[in-house]
């Protein structure tokens, strides 16, 4: 099934990378409407649809020359219009003029993370320097220049862009469609509205009435619900469907156990001020018999799934709802293989549920900084807007490598509050998108009040980014860590870690 919106502009061939759904989202903030098809849906899409002014191959986790590579149709190459390669999509682009040119391992060509490269005259780079620091993340390079085509970009030995301008054939190694790459997203800017002269056809003001038009028209005359969880996500939509849909909304906060330190009762008074009438569901027992005794982190996702579903249905139930809210981003369905061909990288608890009634997810095209745009620009107060993510398992993920009990929660609870608050008490605090305080499942040996100890390690993870795609490990300052390391030792854990690790490799929790 494809989308059947009028014809757009730009066409995003998925190619399996975690960063299509970045690619729609930066042309949109450019003020360009885009589509994201797979490869074999174009030409039943191009039956009923006027041809694109432009078409994006995106990156991928394949390599071109496996046997299961994703599928390009050629009829592209019949369009007469630009296409943009990407990581992947340029591979293909080398590949499909010389099977010989694109190599992978045996030339140690991986790259993770920033790149600096040399830039030549192009379009493509119109209004940038010669040098520009971006972000890579492949593991096969093209060896040569293609025929047809000239390099306009190097790092050392790496061919990092090519272009063919007479058939309008562009392509890039690195991604550019991240805030990583620092081009202020003049390269896409330059591709769609200089090289496909694509004209402005949305604006961003757009979103809040479009939801709400949208999800009014879909309940009609039935009933909705929506879990809130204290996040911006959920609680900006309950916040902006409250006042069209009324009582036709039921809003709950499920209470798992594996909160925060008085988590339920600031939600609870957050909602209130945002106009939301807030049920409490207590379900701690539930939460804690599934997953127990469970080690493995993506099992404990699913086993919290598994806990979190028949809540719903009992509200769907005893509520005679006909519609089900989720505040679900684009990040979620990317990480969870849920979104084009995205390899699942961890389950949501959010996604892929099944409540026999319909689901409907209105923020499934934005990213973390595009709804908290929409918090504050509905007027939420800045400690909602400016809520740290924290993920739906809570701190059941946050006890590493070990079965999950009331007391080890209380644990990284306590430990959790401490680091949030020393952290919050500084100007640091201001460049954190996101704080992790994990408990990690091996006690380590110590030495406390002159004697002997053998307690959990405490590993405090602080990370920055913009759409959680990718984030940068932050240091944390040095003063910090010590008053960090002297509180946390004081309440039963004998040692700390600070972990830094950008995404990719790693991801933004620990499990």
Not at 52 to 59: A, V
Not at 118 to 146: I, Q
Not at 152 to 161: G, K, L, S, T
Not at 412 to 425: S, Y
């Amino acid at each position: 099934m494809i989308d059947t919106q009028d014809s757009v502009q730009i066409i995003i061939l998925d190619l399996g990378s975690q960063y299509t759904q970045v690619i729609a989202r930066e042309i949109l903030g450019l003020g360009f409407k885009s589509l994201i098809l797979k490869g074999e849906h174009l030409t039943e899409y191009l039956r009923s649809h006027d041809s694109p002014r432009g078409i994006i191959l995106s990156g991928g986790a394949a390599s071109v020359y496996e046997n299961n590579a994703p599928f390009i149709p050629e009829e592209i190459f019949t369009l007469n219009c630009p296409i943009l390669g990407i990581c992947y999509g340029m591979h293909y682009l080398a590949y499909r003029e010389d099977k010989n040119l694109v190599v992978g391992n045996k030339l140690n060509a991986k790259e993770y993370g920033p790149t600096d490269i040399t830039l030549e005259d192009s379009v493509l780079f119109s209004g940038l320097d010669k040098k520009l620091r971006v972000w890579a993340s492949h593991g096969d390079v093209v060896r040569d220049v293609p025929a047809g085509y000239k390099i306009i970009a190097r790092a050392e030995d790496v061919i990092e862009a090519i272009e063919d301008t007479y058939r309008k054939l562009y392509a890039v190694q690195f991604h550019p469609e991240v805030i990583n790459t620092l081009d202020d997203n003049k390269i896409l800017k330059n591709f769609v509205q200089t090289i496909c002269g694509c004209v402005t056809d949305w604006q961003s003001g757009d979103t809040i009435a479009s939801i709400q038009n949208q999800v009014q028209t879909l309940v009609g005359n039935g009933k909705a619900a929506i879990g809130v969880s204290g996040g911006v996500d959920s609680t900006t939509l309950a916040a902006i469907l409250a006042p069209v849909l009324k009582d036709k909304l039921y809003a709950f906060f499920i209470n798992t156990g594996a909160m925060r330190l008085g988590e339920v009762e600031e939600v609870s008074a957050m909602a209130a001020r945002a106009g939301i009438d807030l049920h409490i569901i207590d379900a701690q027992k539930d939460f804690f018999d599934s997953i127990g005794d469970c080690t493995d982190a993506e099992e404990k996702r699913k086993r919290f799934k598994d806990a979190y579903t028949p809540v719903f249905k009992k509200v769907i139930e005893e509520n005679h709802i006909t519609h089900i809210l989720q505040g679900t981003l684009a990040t979620d369905l990317i990480e969870s293989g849920s979104l084009g061909n995205a390899l699942i990288i961890k389950s949501h608890h959010n996604v892929g549920l099944d409540f026999g009634v319909e689901e409907v997810t209105p923020f499934a095209h934005l990213f973390k900084h595009e709804v908290r745009e929409i918090a504050r620009s509905i007027g939420l107060e800045k400690q909602l807007s400016e809520r740290k993510p924290f993920p739906g398992p809570g701190l059941f993920v946050r006890v590493v490598g070990m079965s999950v009990t009331p007391e080890l929660v209380d644990k990284v609870r306590q430990a959790d509050h401490i680091v949030t608050q020393i952290l919050k008490d500084h100007p640091f605090y201001q460049e954190v998108s996101q704080l992790i305080v994990a408990l990690l499942g091996s006690k380590t040996v110590g030495v406390q009040g002159d004697n002997r100890s053998y307690q959990y390690p405490i590993v405090v993870r602080v990370v920055a980014s913009t759409d959680f795609m990718t984030v940068q490990g932050l240091e944390i300052p040095s003063v910090l860590r010590q008053k960090i390391i002297t509180e946390v030792t004081k309440h039963g854990f004998n040692r700390v870690f600070f972990d830094e690790t950008p995404k990719p490799p790693a991801t933004t929790e620990l499990e």
